[in-house]
């Protein structure tokens, strides 16, 4: 089954299975008039499709109340949005630890380093991971027991998914954390693994997931990962 992502920016992605047309944490939604070529949704675009939106958290680089406004346009559209985010109550709100079962898919929730959840998604025969803001935190100048502490909490919930077969990952690997931008990535793919690894949360710095090709702690699942540089680019998994 061939597998279509594309980069939105940030942790945005829309990824399209046989019967689905799913959109992740998207919140940048300019420049105005361009369309998915771009890494904008125009709804117009995505009309006829089995729509299924997830939003992870409210922080503002994960998600915007414009995506409610798609509902005027798109025919078949569903939302799947964190507990702590004030939806449209016809959304679907799911907390962590819960399951949801929408029909033709089912969704786990896992819970957050930071705020909201994680997706673990079954759709179409396939397992799929959106992290949102469930990390490693690492970062230089913290106190280091609540580096330690924030570590803790990331390997509890990775440890859940043992024994789960994931087809895509989506996963943070942010510049800002330097040295230790692939803690995260790391432990993930040495306790889950994933078919294929989009890494996330660049803030639009692309050039340094390139600097991560020769970095010896990535050789392990190189052949694993989706690079990628432009907004719009197509990612395809056969």
């Keep these: 089954m061939s597998i279509e992502i594309r980069y939105l920016y940030h942790s945005g992605f829309s990824l399209e299975t046989a019967r689905h047309f799913l959109i992740f944490d998207y919140y940048l939604d300019t420049p105005k008039g361009c369309g998915l070529s771009k890494g904008v949704i125009d709804p117009e675009e995505i009309r006829e499709k089995n729509v299924v939106v997830f939003s992870s958290h409210s922080h503002p680089d994960h998600y915007s109340p414009r995506v409610f406004s798609w509902r005027k346009t798109v025919k078949q559209i569903r939302y799947v949005v964190a507990d702590e985010i004030r939806p449209p109550e016809d959304a679907v709100k ?51 027991e ?36 692939l803690l995260g990535l790391s432990y993930f793919m040495k306790t889950v693994g994933a078919r294929a690894v989009v890494p996330m949360h660049s803030f639009g710095d692309t050039e340094f997931y390139d600097s991560l090709k020769t970095d ?23």
């Design 94 to 144: 799911i907390a962590p630890g819960q399951t949801v079962d929408l029909g033709d898919l089912t969704v786990h929730a896992l819970e957050s380093t930071d705020l909201g959840v994680a997706f673990l998604v079954r759709v179409d025969g396939l397992n799929l991971y959106h992290a949102g803001d469930l990390n490693w935190w690492h970062w230089d100048g913290e106190p280091e």
């Design 146 to 181: 609540d580096n330690e502490e924030m570590g803790r909490r990331f390997r509890e919930q990775i440890d859940t998914l043992r024994g789960e077969k994931i087809d895509v990952a989506f996963l943070p690997v942010d510049p800002r954390q330097k040295e230790n931008a």
């Design 216 to 238: 010896p702690a990535l050789k392990p699942w190189l052949n694993n990962i989706l690079f990628y540089r432009s907004r719009g680019e197509i990612l395809t998994i056969d």
